[in-house]
């Protein structure tokens, strides 16, 4: 049986979607718990709507998804737990799937399974590091991510022992960005980690910017995972394929930072830990050209998306 997670922080648009894909689950053994995290919108009289049984609805105060989620675990009656986003939402086989995968391979800490990524409306199935005919089994989690540098798995399509999430002190409080990454990363050094080569749940780009974690903010180093890694240091050292997917996170994060001139000493002191010839030539370039040239490469860019998302909603 599974007990799952959503967290709950001003979704009333989303909320609805995500909790029936729950229950429409052909797999029915499992409860189901809300976290409301503080909600200041109509999100909790839409859940509360609903009549299952399998539901519980638990509430606190605005303390941030990482405490949520925890709360949810320390909550569950289940040795297996199923996280998701309040505005994503799963494929009614997925708790199915995940409950035949750790039949499958029971030593794993984590269960994965891939992914649509839902942008414009569009469903396309992400673009994850597998090796070429994997179906499923276990998967080498830095070795994955950093072939493609598309996330392997993520809070809502990730099945996890609740053992492991107490044993690691679930998800860290202090981080607002990363901080599934965190402690995916944290588990995987010292579990095995199983993955199912099929899209099983939705990845919801579409979502207001103001209204996701990633949006237009640049968050301060304390609660951005990229300035906070200075625990592996020992690691990268003995584990190059480590080494290269921090490295690899470390340039695509911070390319923003150091567009908006923000936290320079912290954004340069994280730069110094990267191994620069081993990234690609677009990421040399981009750190060493003058920030101006760099600041009218990106406005182009946007431009030409900006152009290009008109011209799809002309077509339609």
């Given amino acids: ?5 959503i967290p709950l922080y001003n979704k009333f648009a989303y909320i609805e979607k995500a909790v029936k894909s729950v229950l429409a689950q052909t797999f029915a053994n499992f409860e189901l718990i809300i976290v409301n995290d503080g909600s200041t919108d109509e999100s909790v009289n839409v859940v509360q709507q609903f009549t299952d049984l399998r539901i ?10 990482s405490s949520a989620r925890n709360k949810g675990v320390n909550k569950a009656n289940y040795d297996y737990i199923a996280f998701l986003d309040a505005d994503d939402w799963w494929d009614k086989n997925f708790l199915e799937e995940m409950n035949r995968l750790k039949e499958q391979v029971p030593e794993a800490g984590i269960y994965g399974c891939n992914y649509f990524h839902v942008k414009n409306k569009q469903n396309k199935v992400s673009k994850v590091g597998l090796t070429e005919g994997f179906k499923s089994g276990y998967i080498n989690y830095f070795e994955t991510y950093s072939k493609t540098f598309a996330v392997p798995f993520n809070c809502s399509f990730v ?7 107490l044993e690691y002190d679930g998800f860290n409080h202090n981080l607002k960005f990363g901080e599934d990454f965190d402690l995916w990363v944290r588990i995987a050094l010292n579990s095995k980690i199983a993955y199912i080569n099929k899209p099983l749940a939705y990845s919801n780009q579409d979502v207001d910017s103001n209204n996701r974690a990633l949006g237009s903010k640049l968050w301060k180093p304390e609660n951005h995972f990229i300035f906070n890694l200075d625990y592996l240091q020992a690691e990268e050292k003995t584990n190059p394929i480590l080494k290269k997917l921090l490295d690899g996170l470390r340039v695509r994060a911070l390319i923003r930072y150091r567009l908006a001139g923000l936290y320079k000493k912290e954004t340069n002191v994280t730069l110094q830990t990267v191994d620069f010839s081993l990234q690609p030539k677009y990421y040399q370039r981009i750190y060493q050209w003058p920030i101006v040239i760099i600041r009218l490469y990106f406005l182009y860019k946007k431009l030409g998306s ?3 998302q008109k011209l799809i909603k002309f077509q339609k």
């Fill in 306 to 308: 900006q152009l290009k």
């Fill in 159 to 165: 099945v996890v022992k609740k053992q492991v999430l």
């Fill in 56 to 65: 519980r609805i638990i509430n606190q105060p605005n303390l941030g998804v």
């Fill in 1 to 5: 049986m599974f007990s799952i997670i």
